[in-house]
């Protein structure tokens, strides 16, 4: 029986599949709202983090040193298969149970941190090239207080920007955005 937050990540990455299924060749060299990363890199992160959580889903370890290229042959089919994996990977009935061998954090919290790229990511990548995203609200629920937990922590590793205050009547996912450090109206120009 899969656990409470699996289907979530599933949800996350459904709606984050077709994102990366419409980038196109051209695309991969565009700047994203992560300054640091343009297409390319960003799916490549993104990338590695889906196949590095499965490990961790299973109390493995994962190398974050390096980003290993990704975009090679079908890649954007593989990326699909590599989100099953990973939700197949979350589902086990004890993937939230303990601590991560290879994050040194509660389980739970690995799984919210994985959930959350693929919404915070799926909009990064979305908004870099034109598409439209939607996230799963169930997924956003979840992930909206978590990241709240989360951000002084991710935000001394350099993991979130600078949280950006959100005016009265933003939405919980701009809200989600601008506590990542994200501006809502990004655009590539």
């Excluded at 389980?107 to 799926?122: E, F």
């Excluded at 996230?135 to 590793?157: C, I, N, Q, S, T």
Aim: hydrophobic residues 40%; aromatic residues 8%; contains cysteine.
């Amino acid at each position: 029986m899969a656990n409470a937050l699996s289907p979530l990540i599933d949800s996350a990455a459904r709606a984050t599949d077709p994102v990366v299924s419409g980038i196109k060749d051209e695309q991969l060299t565009w700047p994203t709202p992560c300054a640091e990363y343009d297409v390319r890199a960003l799916l490549n992160h993104l990338f590695h983090v889906v196949v590095s959580f499965q490990a961790l889903a299973a109390r493995g370890t994962a190398d974050f040193s390096t980003t290993p290229d990704y975009l090679e042959g079908d890649w954007r089919s593989r990326f699909g298969d590599e989100t099953v994996k990973l939700a197949e990977a979350w589902s086990a009935p004890d993937a939230l149970e303990g601590v991560s061998q290879g994050m040194g954090l509660p389980q739970r919290t690995v799984a919210y941190m994985v959930m959350g790229d693929l919404v915070i990511h799926g909009w990064d990548l979305a908004r870099a090239t034109g598409q439209d995203y939607r996230p799963d609200p169930a997924a956003l629920g979840e992930v909206g207080p978590e990241f709240e937990e989360m951000a002084p922590m991710a935000r001394k590793a350099g993991v979130f920007g600078e949280e950006i205050p959100p005016p009265p009547e933003a939405t919980p996912f701009e809200r989600l955005l601008m506590l990542t450090g994200r501006d809502p109206g990004w655009s590539p120009s």
